[in-house]
Protein backbone atom coordinates (compact mmCIF):
# COMPACT_ATOMS: atom_id res chain seq x y z
CA UNK A 1 0.00 0.00 0.00
CA UNK A 2 3.03 2.15 0.80
CA UNK A 3 4.80 1.62 -2.02
CA UNK A 4 1.32 2.31 -4.69
CA UNK A 5 0.84 5.59 -2.54
CA UNK A 6 4.42 6.58 -3.22
CA UNK A 7 4.20 5.73 -6.81
CA UNK A 8 1.20 8.23 -7.28
CA UNK A 9 2.62 10.85 -5.06
CA UNK A 10 5.93 10.53 -7.38
CA UNK A 11 3.80 10.78 -10.79
CA UNK A 12 1.34 13.43 -9.32
CA UNK A 13 1.86 16.41 -12.24
CA UNK A 14 1.00 19.23 -9.85
CA UNK A 15 2.07 20.74 -6.25
CA UNK A 16 2.00 18.83 -3.70
CA UNK A 17 2.68 19.76 0.57
CA UNK A 18 3.74 16.56 2.02
CA UNK A 19 4.36 16.51 5.92
CA UNK A 20 6.04 13.38 7.02
CA UNK A 21 8.11 12.00 9.45
CA UNK A 22 9.24 9.37 7.02
CA UNK A 23 12.52 10.43 5.34
CA UNK A 24 12.56 7.67 2.99
CA UNK A 25 9.07 9.00 1.63
CA UNK A 26 9.92 13.10 1.56
CA UNK A 27 12.97 12.29 -0.08
CA UNK A 28 11.64 9.96 -2.88
CA UNK A 29 8.85 11.83 -3.57
CA UNK A 30 9.81 15.97 -2.97
CA UNK A 31 12.24 17.71 -5.09
CA UNK A 32 12.40 20.60 -2.75
CA UNK A 33 12.25 20.37 1.36
CA UNK A 34 11.66 23.40 3.70
CA UNK A 35 11.56 23.06 7.29
CA UNK A 36 10.09 25.75 10.04
CA UNK A 37 13.23 26.01 12.11
CA UNK A 38 13.51 28.83 14.99
CA UNK A 39 10.31 30.23 13.96
CA UNK A 40 11.23 30.82 9.88
CA UNK A 41 10.19 29.04 7.03
CA UNK A 42 13.68 27.71 5.39
CA UNK A 43 14.66 26.20 2.47
CA UNK A 44 16.60 23.22 2.41
CA UNK A 45 18.15 22.63 -0.42
CA UNK A 46 20.82 19.71 1.39
CA UNK A 47 17.14 17.93 1.97
CA UNK A 48 17.00 15.84 5.48
CA UNK A 49 20.50 15.94 5.90
CA UNK A 50 20.80 19.82 5.78
CA UNK A 51 17.55 20.03 8.16
CA UNK A 52 19.60 16.79 10.97
CA UNK A 53 22.37 19.75 10.78
CA UNK A 54 20.33 23.00 11.65
CA UNK A 55 18.44 21.08 13.78
CA UNK A 56 21.27 20.34 16.51
CA UNK A 57 21.21 24.10 17.14
CA UNK A 58 25.20 24.68 16.06
CA UNK A 59 24.42 25.57 12.83
CA UNK A 60 21.02 27.44 13.23
CA UNK A 61 22.81 29.32 15.87
CA UNK A 62 25.88 30.30 12.82
CA UNK A 63 23.11 31.19 10.66
CA UNK A 64 20.69 33.36 13.37
CA UNK A 65 24.70 35.70 13.03
CA UNK A 66 25.22 35.38 9.65
CA UNK A 67 23.27 33.58 7.20
CA UNK A 68 24.55 34.65 4.14
CA UNK A 69 27.17 32.59 5.37
CA UNK A 70 25.79 29.77 6.85
CA UNK A 71 23.44 29.43 3.64
CA UNK A 72 26.71 29.27 1.35
CA UNK A 73 28.43 26.92 3.54
CA UNK A 74 25.67 24.83 4.13
CA UNK A 75 25.09 24.39 0.06
CA UNK A 76 28.59 24.40 -0.85
CA UNK A 77 28.83 20.78 1.71
CA UNK A 78 25.36 19.38 1.05
CA UNK A 79 25.01 20.52 -3.31
CA UNK A 80 26.46 17.11 -3.89
CA UNK A 81 24.41 14.70 -1.86
CA UNK A 82 21.22 16.85 -2.94
CA UNK A 83 22.16 16.35 -6.13
CA UNK A 84 22.18 12.78 -5.55
CA UNK A 85 19.42 12.02 -3.74
CA UNK A 86 17.63 14.14 -6.83
CA UNK A 87 20.10 11.84 -9.58
CA UNK A 88 18.66 8.67 -7.27
CA UNK A 89 14.95 9.77 -7.11
CA UNK A 90 14.91 10.33 -10.80
CA UNK A 91 16.55 6.63 -11.26
CA UNK A 92 13.33 5.63 -9.49
CA UNK A 93 10.69 7.23 -11.11
CA UNK A 94 12.41 6.44 -14.43
CA UNK A 95 12.13 2.38 -13.89
CA UNK A 96 8.82 2.91 -12.75
CA UNK A 97 7.67 4.76 -16.23
CA UNK A 98 10.08 1.41 -17.76
CA UNK A 99 7.94 -0.53 -16.39
CA UNK A 100 4.63 0.96 -17.23
CA UNK A 101 6.03 1.47 -20.94
CA UNK A 102 6.90 -2.04 -21.08
CA UNK A 103 3.46 -3.00 -20.20
CA UNK A 104 2.17 -0.57 -22.61
CA UNK A 105 4.15 -2.02 -25.64
CA UNK A 106 2.85 -5.82 -24.62
CA UNK A 107 -0.78 -4.30 -24.33
CA UNK A 108 -0.33 -2.99 -27.98
CA UNK A 109 1.67 -6.07 -28.94
CA UNK A 110 -1.60 -8.15 -27.89
CA UNK A 111 -4.18 -5.64 -29.94
CA UNK A 112 -1.99 -6.64 -32.71
CA UNK A 113 -2.72 -9.98 -32.43
CA UNK A 114 -6.05 -9.47 -31.71
CA UNK A 115 -7.39 -6.74 -34.38
CA UNK A 116 -8.60 -7.42 -37.39
CA UNK A 117 -5.46 -7.78 -39.81
CA UNK A 118 -7.42 -6.90 -42.65
CA UNK A 119 -7.98 -3.06 -41.14
CA UNK A 120 -4.65 -1.94 -42.47
CA UNK A 121 -5.55 1.70 -41.25
CA UNK A 122 -6.52 0.24 -37.37
CA UNK A 123 -2.93 -1.98 -37.70
CA UNK A 124 -1.22 1.22 -38.64
CA UNK A 125 -2.32 3.40 -35.36
CA UNK A 126 -1.78 0.29 -32.59
CA UNK A 127 1.48 0.36 -34.30
CA UNK A 128 2.10 3.89 -34.13
CA UNK A 129 1.22 3.95 -30.26
CA UNK A 130 3.23 1.12 -29.60
CA UNK A 131 6.19 2.99 -31.66
CA UNK A 132 5.98 5.76 -30.02
CA UNK A 133 6.16 4.10 -26.34
CA UNK A 134 9.44 2.01 -27.69
CA UNK A 135 10.64 5.60 -28.49
CA UNK A 136 10.18 6.96 -25.24
CA UNK A 137 11.75 3.64 -23.75
CA UNK A 138 14.90 4.29 -25.56
CA UNK A 139 15.13 7.62 -24.34
CA UNK A 140 14.40 6.79 -20.95
CA UNK A 141 17.08 3.66 -21.06
CA UNK A 142 19.29 6.22 -22.20
CA UNK A 143 18.73 8.50 -19.30
CA UNK A 144 18.85 6.07 -16.61
CA UNK A 145 22.39 4.62 -18.23
CA UNK A 146 23.39 8.24 -17.62
CA UNK A 147 22.12 8.75 -14.42
CA UNK A 148 23.69 5.08 -13.24
CA UNK A 149 27.32 6.46 -14.22
CA UNK A 150 26.98 9.61 -12.36
CA UNK A 151 25.99 8.15 -9.62
CA UNK A 152 28.66 5.47 -9.65
CA UNK A 153 31.54 7.77 -10.68
Do not use: C
Not at 62 to 70: D, I, L, Q, R, V
Amino acid sequence: MLAAMEDLLDTWPGTLLVVSHDRYLLERVTDQQYAVLDGRFRHLPGGVDEYLRLADGSALQTSESNPMAASASSQGSSLSGAESRAMQKEVGSIERKLSKLRETVADREQELADHDQTDFEGLGEITARMNAAKDEIDELEMRWLELSEQLEG
